[in-house]
């Protein structure tokens, strides 16, 4: 496996990963793994819908006829 090392990392941030890794049970270096993990981890559906709309752009959306509005039709009594 990789190792990374972070350097000049603010006090306040290492404070605030140490607090973050006790909410979940976990040491400060398995809270930043996931973090890390989760940062670079692609959601399926985002995906999905990031390939959708790259592929609406390049279609040039699409254009729907509407049709006229008419009245209401009578609501039948039960």
């Known amino acids: 496996m990789a190792q990374i090392l972070i350097r000049n990392l603010p006090d306040d941030v290492k404070e605030g990963l140490r607090q973050r890794a006790e909410r979940h049970s976990r040491s ?17 559906v985002l995906a999905w819908l990031d390939d959708s709309e790259q592929l609406r752009r390049q279609l040039g959306g699409v254009t729907l006829p509407v049709p006229e509005r008419t009245a209401p039709r009578p609501v039948m009594p039960l």
């Open 28 to 44: 400060v270096e398995a809270e930043a793994r996931e973090i890390l993990s989760a940062a670079v981890t692609v959601d399926p």
